[in-house]
Each structure stands twice: as C-alpha cells, then as structure tokens.
C-alpha cells in the first residue's frame, strides 16, 4: 500500500486521530507520546512542527508552540525523532508553510519519506496554491491532506474532488482549541463532499472531549483531537504520558462504539 | 481555481481554508467598486474635504542650501487628516467595507498611525472598530492608545509572541477567521494575501500621482529620485507605484537597520531576509535557517516587521528599486535636523527616509531634484526621542 491508501484504510472505521505539538516539552516526551497513543486506540497521528507564528491556531496550541521553539526543537530533530519510533499508524507532520518552504520543499519532503511520515497538512497553503508543494509530494508519494471549512461553499466539490488519503473538515469559524459547542453544519459539509466524492472527511477544530467526539464522529469518518490533548500535556508536562493515555482511550473507546 | 495575486514570484493568498471566500469576495467588491464612478466620487470627495488632500509638496530650500546638493522635496503626508499616509488606505478600505455591506473594522497597528487612522474612519461612517497592537507598541505609544480609544475604537494589546507588529497582524487576522460576515479587515500596508497588496497600493497610489503632477508643474521635469522609508511598504509604493514605467526616476526604500544590519537587532528585511511565505503572501522575510520568523527589532514602531510587500520584493529582484538599511541613530540624527531646519517634525518612520535624503542629496549636484515621503508627524515619537537622547520623559 502506499501512503495514501494506508491513510484511508485507516477509516475502515471511525477513525480517532490525535494531533500533538512535536517538541512539547521535549522530543523524548513526544516520542513516548507517539508510543502511548499508538497503544491508546489512535488511527493516525498528527504532530505538529512548532511554527513562530502560528496563525491558525489558538492560544493552547500557540504556547505549544512556543515550548517546543525555546526548547529548541528543530524540523530536523523531529525527522530524527520519528525515525526512530516504531508504530504500526501513520504519522502525518502539520505546519505552516514557511517551515517548509524555508527548509526547501524538496529537501523536506525527501526527509519526511526517509522518515517514515505518511503525509502532511499545511493550514496556510490553501488548494489554490498548493501546486508548487504538490510537485515534490506527488513524486515522493505523500499525500497532502487538503481542508474544508464552514466558509468553503462552492469551493468544496473541486477541492473534495482532488483530496488524497482523506479531507480534513474544519468544523467552526476562527482558530484551534475546544469549544463548549461545535458549529451545527458539519453534516452539511459532509453532504456537500458525498455529492462528489467517497473521500473520507475528518472533523478537526474545538473537539474538547469524548461525548463531543462522539457527537462528530456520527456525522464524520473520522474526529481530531489536538487542543484537548496538547492543554493535558502543557499541565503535566513530562509526566503527561498516563493523562494522556486515560484521555485518548476513552475517546477511541467512544467513537469506536 | 487559479493563483491570483503575483508580483513575479511574489505575492499570492497563503491563508487558512477558513478565510479563503473572505478575501475572493473582497477581490470581487474591489474589482468592482474601483471601477464604480459612484465609488470614485466618494472617495475623492472624502480624501480632499475629509483628509485635506492634496497634500502639499514642499520645497526644503534650508535643507537643500544647507547640504548643498540636489534640490530637496518633501511630500508632506504628514499633514493629512490623523497625521499620516495612512488615512489614504484607510478611507478607500472603509467606504469599500461599507459598500460590501460590513459594519465592523479591524486592523492591526504598529506605531498608532494605522490604527488611528482605523479609528476615525470608523468613527466617521459609524462602523464599530477594534484594534490589535502589540503590547510592547501600546507601551511606546501610549498616547495613540488612548487617542484611538477617544475615537470610539477598543484597543487590544496583543502579548503572544514578540509582542509587536508581526503579532498584532497574527492576532488580527485569528480575529477575522473568527468573524468576517460582519467585519472587514482593513490591513494597513501592502501585505498579506492578495487582493490587499494591490488595493492597498492603488489607494496609496495617490501620493506619487500628485507627486508627479506637482514636479511636471513646478520643474517642468520628472524628480530624480524618489525616497521614502519601508516597513511592509505602504507609503513607499504610494510614492514609487506612478514612476515605476519611469526607469531615470531613481526609487529608494528605506528600510530599518535598528543598532546596525550587523547586528541581531534590526529589520532590515531585504538586507537580511530571503523569500518566504509568511502572512498570507510569498515575500521577502527575516527568518532564520528553518523558515522561524526572526524576532526584529527598530526604534520605529511601524518599521518593526519581518518582511516587506510583494511588490517591493519584485521591484528589488527586478533591480527597479533599491533599498537602503539606515539606524536608529541615522534616524535620530535627521528626526532633530529636520526639526531645526526646516520646522518640521516627521515620525520616526519617516526620518528614516530623510536620513538617507541627507546622504544622498550631498552625492547630487544642485540641477538634480529628490522627493522624499515624509509618511506621518513625529508628535507620537517626541517622548521615546527625549528618551533616546537620556531624558526621563514620559507622555
């Protein structure tokens, strides 16, 4: 199987995916953290490379960020990082262009594959410009997540129509990070990417907690938690790993029901 | 879908999915209402009755005698309505917002002069008004705060961060994410996603247009450069946008170099950065080896950015323009020489420009002439000068 299609057979059932921010408070945690969620029910995993400037994320995942940054985590380090775990899910890398750009998008995409990562979302690469990255996934096999927000209207058959492994609907308007109530119009997302293609789509953006992730995993293929996770992480710190782990079971658990 | 947007490889939208159809209906409206004769008039009215346009160009013949040189220029849009380049941008943005139907404005700030600028005209087409800035710039411009807050606008002091502009932009544009059914984000310069470089620039544009009529008129001849001092490059593309056909008008940027480009406090972008993609567009960052946007550091509040606008970064790779570092002490130096002699106060932003005006006039003989943008009134910066120069004033 190759990338894509190792990511979307991930949805042979509702698929619980966790995001963490790589770095946070340091690579030995995330390490065993990718370990633990792995053996905690995760379908996929999603680790976020810290970004200085994080414009599509709320205040937990910025402070995330941040940790990571001054405890001086590097892409580089990441790659090395995830090398060296060995975890039966994939693993896909979220970050914000610059980071891959800067680095050189060959040469990154080159190192995710060596790395052993599955695939990658870039929130602030919409489809539209999206080729000029493409170019360098599609010849290294990796698949480029594409997203789908409340406001994507019109846009959603075309970019629904080209997604690969599957489409990460972003479930309200503004920033990342839980939310008392979720938007009641992921149904009709949904319905809008059903008209036009059998991708699977994956709610992301304010699930704080399992009776949420329930909810959304009725109407989705797929729920990611990332806030949720990381505000456990930024409590406990290095000793987060069984909080963590209580936390993302009971939710695998739920969805899975 | 296309890729709109580009100044060469500059340029494009990087933003959120989220925000996407914002920006596309803002494209639309603009292509729109710029055409609209309605819209036209409107504004033309609103920047001569309301803004005080046009704005004076003046000869500096003290400082022209005095540095016995070319003959020196100054565009004067510090004399505009709110004491800045800034209110061109703002009044063109608002009525365009209010034309879409919005009634909500937000925008970022840096120095107060943007944000100011926001604020009246919120305050005068009743549209409710929020601004972020950083908290640093809310300390070091403590009476922009409150001058915004006397207009009805809520200030937001933004901590994440460094604290500055760039964050101020970051949160500004969370906000809109979050919110753009009712609100327009009235972006001060020709940054972010495209359309903004473009609409920015054409309400800019004015400034070089009048420039150019006035030196026709007065001096029978185009100027031989044209200077004016770059942050993310409002007033500068204002200035240069009519002589960029014009190849023997020599355009130069000037841009922060803080204690010195050699230094790690600066925000000389195109002295150090390299192409990036940073706040919805492909530009010209300071960022280091891993795409990390550099913190930067500049006495001038409006200079403090990480990039510049697209269409500068094309008009440097294109050798059209050049831009030029100059120091917190350079800028210091000409903020009091132009106080002396020619009476005129510019922002810290603009001595920027004079400083490298007053190098450069010198290497010119007298049948040459230079504009150089004096972009906003030094009033916000006495106080942080005082406090240069050891003096313990405060506002």
């Known amino acids: 199987m190759n990338n894509i299609e190792k990511i979307r057979a991930t949805f042979s059932h509702k698929a619980f995916i966790p995001f963490i921010t790589g770095g946070d408070p340091d690579l030995e945690t995330t390490r065993k953290l990718i370990n633990t969620l792995a053996e905690s029910g995760a379908d996929l995993i999603e680790i976020g490379i810290p970004f200085s400037d994080p414009v599509a994320e709320g205040p937990v995942i910025e402070a995330a960020d941040e940790r990571a940054l001054s405890g001086g985590c590097t892409v580089d380090k990441i790659f090395e990082m995830i090398k060296g775990v060995d975890v039966k899910i994939p693993i896909l890398l979220m970050t914000y262009y610059n980071p891959i750009f800067g680095y050189g998008s060959e040469r990154f995409v080159e190192n995710c594959v060596n790395s052993g990562v599955s695939g990658l979302i870039v929130p602030d690469l919409p489809f539209d410009e999206r080729e000029e990255l493409k170019l360098y996934t599609d010849r290294a096999g990796l698949a480029l997540i594409s997203l789908i927000a409340p406001t994507s209207g019109g846009r959603i058959p075309v970019i629904a129509k080209a997604s690969e492994g599957f489409l990460y609907c972003v479930s309200s308007l503004g920033v990342t990070g839980t939310r008392s109530k979720i938007g009641g119009n992921i149904t009709e997302m949904v319905k809008a990417v059903r008209e036009v293609s059998d991708i699977p789509c994956a709610v992301g953006f304010g699930v704080s907690d399992a009776v949420q992730a329930k909810e959304m995993s009725k109407f989705a293929d797929g729920v990611i938690v990332g806030s949720a996770i990381v505000k456990i992480c930024a409590k406990y710190g290095r000793d987060c790993i069984p909080y963590v782990e209580k936390f993302a079971k009971s939710i695998a658990e739920i969805i899975k029901l | ?395």
């Not at chain 2, 309301?50 to 400082?63: D, H, T, V």
């Not at chain 2, 972020?132 to 961060?161: I, W």
């Not at chain 2, 029978?220 to 004016?228: E, N």
């Not at chain 2, 831009?323 to 920027?352: M, N, Q």
């Open chain 2, 1 to 395: 879908m296309d890729k709109y947007g580009y100044f060469g490889e500059f340029g494009g939208r990087f933003i959120p999915e989220t925000l996407m159809n914002a920006v596309i209906e803002l494209d639309n409206a603009y292509n729109f209402y710029k055409n609209d004769g309605e819209f036209i008039t409107e504004l033309d009215l609103l920047l001569k009755n309301y803004a005080g346009r046009p704005s004076i160009l003046y000869f500096a013949e003290k400082m022209t005698k005095d540095l016995d040189g070319a003959k020196i220029y100054l565009k004067r849009e510090d004399l505009n309505h709110t004491g800045s380049h800034k209110i061109n941008n703002v009044l063109g943005q608002a009525l365009l917002a209010k034309k879409m139907g919005k009634t909500r404005l937000i925008a970022e700030t840096g120095a107060g002069q943007h944000g100011v600028a926001t604020a009246t005209a919120a305050a005068l087409m009743g549209m409710e008004c929020l601004v972020f800035m950083g908290r640093e710039d809310t300390v070091r411009q403590a009476l922009n705060v409150y001058r915004m807050e006397l207009l009805g606008a809520k200030v937001v002091p933004v901590d994440s961060g460094t604290a500055t502009l760039k964050d101020a932009v970051n949160a500004a544009m969370r906000e809109w994410a979050g919110r753009m059914s009712d609100t327009h984000y009235c972006l001060g310069s020709v940054m972010g996603p495209h359309p903004f470089p473009t609409i920015v620039r054409d309400f800019q544009s004015v400034i070089g247009r009048e420039i150019k009529a006035e030196m026709l008129s007065r001096e029978g001849k185009l100027p031989d450069a044209v200077i004016a001092c770059v942050g993310g490059g409002s007033n500068a593309i204002g200035s240069f946008y009519e002589f960029t056909e014009d190849t023997d008008v020599v355009l130069i940027g000037c841009e922060a170099a803080g204690k010195g480009v050699n230094t790690p406090q600066n925000a000389a972008t195109i002295a150090n950065g390299r192409t990036g993609v940073f706040h919805g567009m492909k530009s010209i960052f300071c960022q280091d080896e891993y795409g990390q946007i550099a913190p930067v550091y500049s006495i001038s509040a409006g200079l403090d950015y990480p990039g510049i606008g697209p269409e500068h970064a094309k008009l440097h790779t294109d050798g059209r323009a050049s831009y030029v570092p100059v120091t917190d002490e350079e800028a210091v130096d000409a903020f009091e020489y132009l106080s002396r002699t020619e009476g005129i106060i510019p922002a810290i932003e603009s001595a920027h420009a004079v400083a490298y005006t007053i190098k450069y006039a010198k290497t010119l003989t007298p049948d040459k002439t230079v504009v150089v943008t004096v972009s906003g009134r030094g009033d916000k910066d006495v106080a942080s000068i005082a406090r240069y120069r050891g003096l313990d004033l405060h506002e």
